[in-house]
């Protein structure tokens, strides 16, 4: 596609549920991120993958959020039994991801906003 | 905690001034780059300004980087309605991972 897609763009779930954030990117992007943008701030590092490989997690905020990729193009954050303080937009980004990753842009979706009542 | 901070954290102005929005960071970078976010949007990459450059250019938008004070700035000259948006530094690291500051929300009055 044109651009990284993400789905649903909302999701109001009840506190406890399991949901499921997915992302499309860009085709051919290797890399592709998870970050967590709570209102008014800026988005907060989740998960990295590098095609399927997850090479980074550390920002996962604890067990109950848990990320795949499994065949290196469309990616599925999951949270189990939701709690409010994980109410915020879910956002996607996707780089091309070869070579040196520093200087290369990240194109981001539109987000999935995510409410927890 | 964020890597960069972004000053000041809202900016009003009229239609064609220009606005200078600061971004100060904590450790050492390879380099910075400018995102822009309209409302319920995702954030759209501006410009990108490495540790040896002094200062960029890309259209409307200039881009300083002091690594002596870590800070830097973006200026965008003659703003317009739709310039209207939040702007965001972002600092990668390890393997392209970026820390976003919390952004400075810049309005645009016609």
């Known amino acids: 596609g044109a651009g990284v897609s993400q789905s649903p763009r909302y999701k109001v779930a009840k506190r406890g549920q399991d949901v499921a954030l997915r992302c499309d990117p860009i085709?051919?992007?290797?890399?592709l991120f998870w970050y967590q943008q709570a209102l008014g701030q800026g988005p907060e590092f989740l998960t990295y993958?590098?095609?399927?490989?997850?090479?980074?997690k550390s920002g996962l905020p604890s067990d109950r959020f848990f990320a795949e990729r499994p065949e290196g193009s469309v990616s599925t954050l999951k949270i189990q039994r939701t709690q409010q303080e994980d109410s915020a937009v879910y956002l996607c980004?996707?780089?091309?991801?070869?070579?040196?990753?520093?200087?290369?842009?990240?194109?981001f979706g539109d987000g999935t906003r995510l409410s927890i009542l | 905690s964020q890597q960069g901070e972004e000053d000041p954290q809202a900016l009003s102005i009229q239609e064609g001034e220009n606005a200078t929005m600061n971004c100060s960071y904590k450790t050492s970078i390879n380099n910075l780059q400018w995102y822009r976010q309209n409302s319920g949007r995702g954030l759209v990459h501006l410009i990108l300004i490495r540790s040896n450059e002094r200062e960029k250019h890309s259209g409307r938008l200039r881009v300083t980087l002091d690594t002596s004070k870590k800070s830097s700035s973006l200026l965008i000259t003659a703003s317009r309605a739709a310039d209207t948006a939040s702007y965001f530094c972002a600092t990668p690291s390890w393997a392209g991972k970026s820390t976003f500051g919390d952004g400075t929300t810049l309005t645009v009055k016609p």
């Open positions: 085709s051919g992007h290797v890399s």
């Open positions: 993958f590098q095609n399927e490989a997850q090479l980074d």
């Open positions: 980004a996707s780089s091309l991801g070869t070579g040196t990753t520093l200087d290369q842009p990240q194109h």
